[in-house]
């Protein structure tokens, strides 16, 4: 990209304004790149504003023999999104919401290195390393589920309304290696890589007064409900390889083979049944695809892939059905469920008009087998 500076300024109504930076320049073996962008509205809603600050960074070398890339992301989010209104509400302002506030607040830092090293004309190691830390904070005032009737005085209905809090703690490193080779013949990477999470989770509620605007006013202190710490291991091997069947066709095929453990600690209740698990999960990931050039501007293309996620700690934790959650970050018993798979199929055709006008026309149908999936059952409340 060219070198260079620019600068932008933008608002709206609902007292939007945003600012965006950017900055760009190389010397020598060397190049760097930073943006930043800071964003805040009032919202169209009552007390419903929003605002989300964004930098990223990357200084970049480059030389015949190699290469590589150090980038530091940072976000930093205070975003309203005040649920469901009446329907009698509703008809009167569009602009009301029922109980407030309700406010997710995220705090992201992300450090990654990327390089390459060239070993000869046609071979090479590449690889990345990453360090990761993610902070959530949620603010939920709500009505108390154990207040029925009465007006909404803000003095005679004491414990009317509840605060509802959770902070979510996520760090992750990860590092990844692999082998490149390059022939007339074939395109062979072999790699591996292990990724790291840890996860902590607190869950509180306070009890308190709607008053006359259905703000939560405290009138106790915090009280935990869920209190609990997990951790998520990948370990992978990878293969794969594009070979030259003939002049325009091509096959590649792949392999990965991906271990997890995921394990959650609960510290709150040591009593079973509680929140402890520890589930591990392997899964082979094959995939195969045929590219033909069946013209100068027409290719044709076909495959199969498959792919697998496990349970993230907080799913696991919401998976009994006889002890349900309220929502998806309250949690209770964990029983084992399931590593979610993928498979999908694929074909097509893309090509070239005329001058550089561009086109593809394709089909796909993915099957996904163990999906989880948040849904209200007959005993959730």
Known sequence: ADAGTRAELSGGSFGRRRIELEHGGKAGALG?????????EDGWRDRSPSE?????????????AAEADLSLTRARTKMTGNGLVPLSMLSQRREAVFTHPD???????????????WLSDSQSLSGNVYHRRNTTRTLNGDANDGFEGGPFDGVSNEESGANNRTRTVQRGNGISGQWNLTTAR?????GASYDHARMRFVQTEQEGILDANRGVVPSEDEQEENRLHGTTRTASVFLTDTIKLADGLHLTGSARYNM?????????????????????YRKLNPALGLTWQLL???NAYAGFSQGNRVPTPIELGCADPANPCTLPNSMAADPYLKQVVAQTVEAGLRGRF???????????RTLSRDDILFVGTSTSA
């Open 52 to 64: 989300a600050r964004q930098f990223f960074g990357k200084l970049s070398y480059r030389s015949s």
């Open 103 to 117: 406010q997710t607040r995220n705090d992201l830092t992300q450090i990654a290195l990327n390089g390459r090293l």
């Open 296 to 298: 100068p501007a027409l």
């Open 32 to 40: 760097w790149y930073v943006a930043a962008d800071d964003f805040k």
């Open 186 to 190: 074939h395109q062979l990477t072999a």
């Open 260 to 280: 997890s453990r995921v394990t959650t600690f609960d510290e709150l209740n040591r009593t079973a049944p509680n929140l402890d698990g520890d589930h591990r």
């Open 354 to 364: 005329v001058g550089d006008v561009q086109w593809n026309a394709g089909v796909f």
